[in-house]
Structures are given as C-alpha cells and as structure tokens.
C-alpha cells in the first residue's frame, strides 16, 4: 500500500478500463462499461483494475 507523504494517509487505486469498439462505438458505451468496470474492481480489492481485455504475462514481464 501506498502512502501519501505529505499527509501520511494510505492510498490504494482502483481501475475500470474499457476500450473501443469491443465495448461499445459511441462514448456514452464506453463510460458506462469503464464505470461499470471500476466498481467490479472496487468489489475485487484494493489495487485492482477490471477490463475486458485478456492479458497474459510472459516470464520475463511478470
């Protein structure tokens, strides 16, 4: 966890990633598959990012 300096309060970051066209064309598609997203990352935990994308870490970048 992460803290701020100058305050010394903890910080944790959640992220909704959404992208186009896969979730959507126009932009009112993509905020509400991002914000929906987001609060499938808060349920998930602290630093947490929620997409619909598939990603496979190799050796060498994990």
Known sequence: MSQIVACGMPTTISIGVATAPADGEHLL???????????????????????????????QAA
């Open 29 to 59: 598609q993509i905020l509400e598959c991002t914000d929906s997203r987001l609060y499938a990352a808060k349920r998930a935990g602290r630093n947490s990012v929620a997409s619909g994308l598939r990603v496979e870490l190799t050796p």
